[in-house]
Each structure stands twice: as C-alpha cells, then as structure tokens.
C-alpha cells in the first residue's frame, strides 16, 4: 500500500470539516468530471480516492488532480481488496486526521453531489448517520433494470426484517456519518466485504444507540464502466444478515 506524497500528515485540519471517500477500481473515465463538483458542493469538503490498483489508470489520473489541488487526497492500495475494505481505510485516514464528518460516496455519477449539502445538513441537525436514500420517499432509480430494481427493493426489505433496523434503504452507499459513530465500531470487527458492508455499518451504529436517519435522492445507474454487483455479493448479504442478528442478540457485535 501506498500513499500519494501530497498527502499531508496526520496534523488535525479542523473541526466542521468533512471528508468524502471515494473507493475505485476502474473508473478513470468518471473520476475527473465528478470530484470537481463534489468539492463545489461545499468548502468545508475534501475528497480522498482509494484505488485498489486500479488497470485502466484511475490511480494516475486521482494522483495527477491532487497534484493540482490541496483539497484532494489519494490512497493506493495493493490489488483488488474489496469495498467495505477501501472504506474502512479511508475512514481510518480521515479519522486520523480531525474531519468531523465522513461521508461514502459511489465515483461513477450515480450519486448525484448535489445531494452533499443535504447529508451534511442532516447530520449537524439532529441524526449521527443520515442515508441518501432510494426508497425513503418511493422508488428513485433510474435506468436499472426491474430485475435489478426488483432484487434492490427485496434486499432491504429483506435486511430491515431480518435486522430489524428503521431504514428503507439499508444498503445505500451514500451516507454521512459523524466522526464519533465510526470512533465507536471497531473495525477489526466489522467482516463484510460487498453489498452487506453497507448493512453492517447501519446495523452497528443503530445498534451503539446512535441515531440513524434518511434523506431522500435520486439514484442514477451508471453511464460508463462496468457495475460491481456480483452473484457473490447477493449470497453474502443472504446470510451475513443473519450472522449480524445473531451475534446482537448474544453480545458480540
């Protein structure tokens, strides 16, 4: 693993401010026009990229926008090694470093920044974790296929049974969370890689007692690249739901 060198040290930069991580394999095409518009959001916002070696050139093209701008970060990390991996690195990093807030966004247009303003808000309102939420208020997807949709909507419905947890969207990727929930898991316990890594967030910090809540989006699928979902990924969340309830019900989460 490395990191790029215009990263700065673990020197805290401030309260208020907040952090969204970016994880990417493969997204050279998408990278460049979408952080631009994820730091027009807000000042207080930065953007740091986890690549996971990525073929195509994502990791160059992230080294060479930090190189022009102070406001954007980037971790290299060794091979493919998962989502809920690349996450749990970036939260380390800017936890160390003082962001208040930090917050998962997808790089391949499908969560639309415009919605930054309203997670932030929202989590300087009254809730610890606040989703951007596909279901909160309907269904808000866009050029999914209905099996897809159909398998989306069923997985949460599916996990909030299962879980129990008060979120529509449970497995949404886009969210915002205060520093202090996340200084609250330990992530060495936290064992799902895919689609369940969202789940198991939620679950845990529901569970701590903080307060999780849902803004509403609109989710645009994506326009270039290749989607990460896998039949493998659908198979963990079938189980590893379970494995949650079971473990809160005998204290070891």
């Given at each position: ?8 040290g ?6 208020g401010r ?12 998408n990278?460049?026009?979408i952080?631009?518009?994820?730091l027009?959001?807000d000042p ?17 093209v992230?080294?060479?926008?930090a190189?022009e ?5 980037v ?6 090694q998962g ?13 160390e470093r003082g ?9 391949d247009?499908s969560?639309?920044?415009?919605y930054?303003p309203a ?6 309102g009254?809730?610890d974790?606040?989703i951007?939420?596909?279901y909160?208020?309907?269904v808000?997807v866009?050029?999914?296929?209905m099996?897809?949709?159909?398998l989306s909507?069923?997985?949460n419905?599916?996990?909030?049974v ?5 979120l529509?969207?449970?497995t949404?990727?886009f969210?915002c ?5 996340l200084?609250a898991?330990?992530f060495?316990?936290?064992g799902s ?13 529901w569970k ?5 809540g849902e ?5 645009v ?6 989607s ?6 659908v198979?963990?969340?079938?189980w ?5 309830r079971?473990?809160s019900?005998f204290?070891?989460l």
């Amino acid at each position: 693993m490395s990191e790029n060198p215009n990263v700065p040290g673990t020197e805290p930069i401030g309260r208020g401010r907040a952090l969204v991580v970016m994880p990417t394999y493969n997204e050279a095409g998408n990278l460049a026009s979408i952080v631009p518009v994820v730091l027009d959001q807000d000042p207080r916002i930065d953007v740091l990229v986890v690549d996971d070696a990525s073929p195509d050139g994502t990791g160059e093209v992230a080294d060479r926008m930090a190189s022009e701008n102070p406001r954007i970060h980037v971790i290299h990390r060794e091979g493919k090694q998962g989502l809920g991996s690349a996450y749990l690195r970036g939260f380390g990093w800017g936890l160390e470093r003082g962001y208040e807030y930090l917050l998962e966004m997808d790089s391949d247009h499908s969560h639309d920044p415009k919605y930054l303003p309203a997670l932030l808000q929202a989590v300087e309102g009254d809730l610890d974790l606040v989703i951007g939420s596909r279901y909160v208020s309907g269904v808000n997807v866009i050029n999914w296929p209905m099996s897809r949709l159909l398998l989306s909507w069923f997985a949460n419905k599916y996990a909030r049974v299962v879980t129990g947890l008060p979120l529509s969207d449970a497995t949404a990727g886009f969210k915002c969370f205060r520093r202090e929930v996340l200084e609250a898991i330990d992530f060495a316990k936290v064992g799902s890689t895919g689609y369940t890594f969202q789940i198991e967030m939620d679950f845990r910090a529901w569970k701590k007692g903080f307060r999780v809540g849902e803004v509403p989006i609109v989710f645009v699928d994506r326009t270039e690249g290749v989607s990460k979902m896998s039949g493998a990924i659908v198979r963990e969340a079938v189980w590893r739901v379970w494995a949650l309830r079971f473990r809160s019900l005998f204290g070891r989460l």
